[in-house]
């Protein structure tokens, strides 16, 4: 059963590139990777999600090597507004079937 | 105009005590979830439910019992509270069929129990 790891707590000052990994090493063929994002007393909140190569949306990028063994959130220029939990998701969700490995979150602190 | 909600937002009982949590979500998804998250911010599936049949039902006490009337609700009933039961519990839905799809989370249940 595929596993995340993720480093506990990132911090980073305002305007700066921040980059998350998380490491699933035993990722399988039809596993997607998914990034969210939770504030405090609200529910994850999707940011970005891929299978391989690079992924980019207006919030964020989402950077995995071939062997997709891991995968790099990058968020762009962060503010004080993405202090958050930033979970990494491994698995796959579609009709009757899904398997969803969660991370244990990696909390960013952005100062000013 | 909340795509998924939850009631009550806290819940404060005691132990033995039984208790239900309400999910409603409006995005006219066919799949919901629930998930327990502990005081370390470890997120627990525990749930999922598609087209109202169970289709995860996580190594969870059968203290815990889920019920989905229909698509748009998935109420969480807990019998017999324990002091571990003490956490925060979210509802989250997703569309189903095809592709992978992203979760839609509601604003949480926090539950303590004394």
């Known amino acids: 059963l595929a596993k995340t790891t993720q480093p506990i707590s990132m911090d980073s000052y305002e305007g700066q590139e921040v980059n998350i990994t998380c490491s699933h090493n035993n990722i399988a063929t039809n596993d997607y990777i998914t990034w969210y994002q939770q504030f405090p007393s609200q529910g994850p909140r999707f940011i970005i999600q891929g299978y391989k190569t690079k992924v980019t949306n207006e919030v964020a990028s989402l950077f995995i090597p071939a062997d997709r063994k891991s995968s790099t959130l990058s968020l762009p220029r962060v503010s004080l507004s993405d202090t958050a939990v930033y979970y990494c998701?491994?698995?796959?969700?579609?009709?009757?079937?899904?398997?969803?490995?969660w991370g244990l979150g990696t909390s960013l602190a952005v100062n000013p | 105009d909340t795509a998924v909600s939850q009631t009550p937002k806290y819940l404060v009982t005691q132990m033995g005590n039984d208790k239900s949590i309400k999910c409603e979500q409006n995005?006219?998804?066919?799949?919901m979830y629930w998930y327990k998250q502990d005081s370390k911010k470890f997120l627990k599936i525990m749930f999922s439910?598609?087209?109202?049949?169970?289709?995860i039902n996580e190594t969870v006490p059968n203290r815990f019992s889920p019920k989905s009337p229909d698509k748009a609700h998935l109420n969480l009933h807990i019998n017999s509270l324990d002091l571990g039961d003490s956490a925060v519990y979210f509802c989250a839905s997703s569309p189903s069929g095809g592709d992978l799809y992203e979760q839609y989370f509601g604003p949480g249940t926090r539950l303590t129990v004394t």
């Open positions: 439910y598609n087209n109202k049949e169970l289709i």
């Open positions: 995005l006219g998804h066919d799949t």
């Open positions: 998701l491994v698995g796959w969700n579609a009709g009757n079937n899904r398997k969803l490995i």
